[in-house]
């Protein structure tokens, strides 16, 4: 069996997840929809542990964002390590190195990345936020790139366009999602 996220105004009813998929990270850039994923499939307790990077972060800095980018570095660091040795977990981020994707993949993580255009998240971002970093683009940019090689590798296992309600339904392991 596989995972298919879709759009859909409906919510999860009895799921049945399947063992072998007990390690799952999405995977998406800033305003993707990746906290409310994580709020929505928290209540269905479908994980041991359902853990947004962010949060993470923020713990570890005595409850704020770190102010440079070296400590959001560090502490990224140290999640991605402790997450490599868990199961039954899902995992949010908004950033994995090449590396740390191939990690994950030979770990048995199932990796989905959620994809909004630039214009859709500079949008979100600027509603959200009520501004915009100047490296916003960039950060995008680079983000694309990494994803783009991460695809070529094959460390991407589905794709999808981030959407602001989704769902878990369970399909056959070949679908791939674009829409």
Known sequence: MGIYFFYSMGNIKNPKFHKSFNKVI?????????SSIIRKLSKENLFKRNIDVDEEI??????????????????????N????????????????????????????FIIIELYVSYEILYERKLKRDGRVEKRFKK???????????AKALGLVSYLVNGMQDLDLVYRDIEVVVER
């Not at 440079?68 to 999640?79: C, G, K, R, W």
């Not at 950060?139 to 090689?149: H, L, R």
Request: proline letters at 3%.
């Open 81 to 108: 390590g402790d997450i490599l040795l868990m199961d039954e977990v899902l995992f949010v981020t908004s950033w994995l190195e090449l590396e740390d994707m191939k990690a994950f993949v030979q770990n048995e």
């Open 26 to 34: 999405i995977l998406g850039p800033s305003g993707s929809g990746k």
């Open 58 to 79: 923020v713990k570890l800095n005595n409850n704020k964002w770190p102010e440079s980018e070296a400590e959001i570095d560090m502490y990224m660091s140290t999640i």
């Open 139 to 149: 950060n995008f940019e680079t983000y694309m790139d990494i994803i783009e090689q």
